[in-house]
């Protein structure tokens, strides 16, 4: 038997007026994922992050992953640091280190850009060679990422600091969210002394010159320690394989000790290889028994808010990964498809809610017609009378384990 986990990142939203009143998912054009939902096994509404957590990506795919969140959880930062391979002793703190663009609005510093324009990973490593000449000291080190996602370690640093995601403060006066509590007053001074490094940087004069947003400063937040996970064979008795650009989906399948797949051309947005990942996650079922493919231009379109592009972004996951799967997925004469997201993200507030999200679970057993009225939308989901209060279950629920 054969497992397959298709994860439709902050796929799930509100119903738009430039939508014709409709969800992104409504709207899409989405004969694979209905097919799905028509055939399951079981077709519902989920609960993936768990009342008193935050709806991160994180949380929730902890929980696809079949790890509950409120054991496991240690915070963001840990598991992106696990993916570029930075190890961690027990007494380090590590925080999600992004470029950011900082506008003016009346004399007030706001959060202009989250993610740089999406500044490319070259770009990126070169603005954090120039932070880390500057500001790598004793206990505090920078660490090159991806695009805009870097990292800090802060040995024996303060793993209760409060801070803000950059994505939850989009546009707005960035004072309040600045870095609070004890050791506080460290990630501010680095904050503020990133900015006199990148005003002047070659990198940024280029992008402005290109009018795009430049990385104007760092911003701190997704503090957290290394997790004490079993691997996924100890919990559920398989081995598996992770095929994602995000960096704490990866840290994840690291900690759970499951192949994490790099694909050419995975980016993490609606450039993204999607042909690709479904070729590299079916070819990996050969040496394994479950394969989970996370898509983030579902989530990432959520947060720019623009609702074309989001409905794009469902039809290509519809056609490009969910259609191309249920087809080369028949070479394997057993198997079992699970169709879920980890947290809605709605377009009218640009960041992730704790509400339910649709999951479907296919058999190749029996993929009879069970219900032609189910779509696989929101409203369709929850009319199914079928709710799992704690979404970690469900991988369970795929393996056919009580
Ligand atoms: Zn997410």
């Known amino acids: 038997m054969k497992y397959v986990i298709l994860q439709g990142d902050g796929m799930p939203d509100h119903k738009l007026p430039e939508l014709g009143n409709k969800t992104p998912l409504e709207a899409a054009d989405t004969p694979n994922l209905d097919f799905i939902a028509k055939r399951a096994e079981t077709f519902g509404m989920a609960k993936t992050i768990p009342e008193g957590l935050p709806p991160g990506s994180d949380v929730g795919n902890l929980a696809v992953l079949g790890y509950d969140p409120t054991v496991y959880y240690t915070g963001r930062s840990p598991l992106e640091a696990a993916s570029i391979g930075v190890e961690l002793e027990p007494n380090d703190v590590t925080l999600r280190c992004n470029l950011v663009t900082l506008g003016d609005e009346d004399g007030n510093t706001v959060m202009a850009d989250y993610s740089a324009g999406h500044i490319s990973t070259e770009e990126a490593e070169e603005l954090i060679d120039a932070i880390k000449n500057e500001l790598d000291q004793d206990g505090l080190i920078f660490h090159p990422g991806i695009s805009y996602r870097h990292l800090l370690v802060w040995s024996g640093g303060n793993k209760d600091v409060a801070t803000t995601p950059p994505h939850d403060i989009s546009g707005k006066v960035i004072d309040p969210h600045i870095p609070v509590g004890e050791g506080s007053d460290k990630l501010n001074e680095l904050i503020i002394k990133s900015r006199e490094i990148l005003k002047d940087h070659p990198v940024n004069k280029k992008r402005v010159e290109r009018g795009e947003n430049p990385a104007t400063s760092i911003w701190l937040w997704g503090q957290g320690t290394a997790p004490k996970m079993p691997t996924l064979e100890e919990l559920y008795g398989i081995t598996g394989s992770v095929i994602s650009a995000v960096d704490l989906v990866?840290?994840?399948?690291?900690?759970?000790?499951?192949?994490?797949?790099?694909?050419?051309?995975?980016t993490g947005y609606l450039d993204t290889n999607y042909e690709g990942k479904v070729d590299y996650a079916i070819e990996s079922l050969n040496n394994c028994d479950l394969t989970m493919i996370h898509i983030e231009s579902t989530d990432e379109t959520g947060h720019v808010g623009k609702a074309e592009l989001k409905v794009q972004a469902v039809e290509d996951f519809d056609k490009r990964v969910v259609g191309r799967v249920l087809e080369k997925i028949k070479q394997f004469k057993d198997y079992r498809i699970l169709v879920m997201s980890d947290h809605p993200t709605p377009i009218d507030i640009r960041t992730h809610t704790s509400d339910p999200v649709p999951f479907a679970i296919l058999d190749s057993s029996?993929?009879?017609?069970?219900?032609?009225?189910?779509?696989?939308?929101?409203?369709?989901a929850t009319d199914s009378d079928t709710f799992i209060e704690d979404g970690?279950?469900?991988?369970?629920?795929?393996?056919?384990?009580?």
């Open 250 to 266: 990866k840290g994840i399948g690291h900690y759970a000790k499951m192949d994490v797949i790099d694909v050419p051309g995975a």
């Open 366 to 380: 029996d993929e009879s017609l069970k219900n032609d009225s189910n779509l696989y939308t929101e409203d369709s």
């Open 392 to 402: 970690w279950k469900l991988m369970s629920m795929l393996l056919k384990k009580n």
